[in-house]
């Protein structure tokens, strides 16, 4: 969600919602048509950084499998997981696990 704006309320499903502003909310964005609804969803590599800048609240155990899973499948390049990194500023903690996976 954009900083600034309110959580929505809704019952099901449980939902924690976060605010991003600037390049972490704009960047990463892909724009899909299902039903003649556009959706505009964020990508596999800015959906692990922002894993990796949550960490604390989903585990690592979830950023890594995520990383680990997005790179077996090829469904993000490593140039594409360091730009997001950088966007969402956990580069440093993304590093020894880029490396270890290459």
């Known amino acids: 969600m954009p900083r600034g704006s309110h959580a929505p309320k809704i019952?099901?499903?449980p939902l924690k919602m976060v605010q991003f502003s600037g390049?972490?909310?704009e960047d990463g964005v892909e724009v899909f048509v299902r039903d003649k609804v556009k959706l505009?969803?964020?990508?596999?590599a800015k959906a692990?950084?922002?894993c990796f800048k949550h960490r604390n609240k989903i585990g690592l155990d979830v950023a890594l499998e995520a990383l680990k899973n997005a790179r077996?499948?090829?469904k993000a390049s490593a140039d594409d997981l360091w730009h997001f990194a950088k966007i969402c500023r956990v580069a440093n903690v993304m590093r020894p696990y880029l490396e270890a996976i290459g």
């Open 11 to 13: 019952d099901y499903p």
């Open 23 to 25: 390049d972490a909310y």
């Open 40 to 44: 505009r969803v964020y990508g596999v």
């Open 48 to 50: 692990i950084a922002d």
């Open 72 to 74: 077996a499948q090829k």
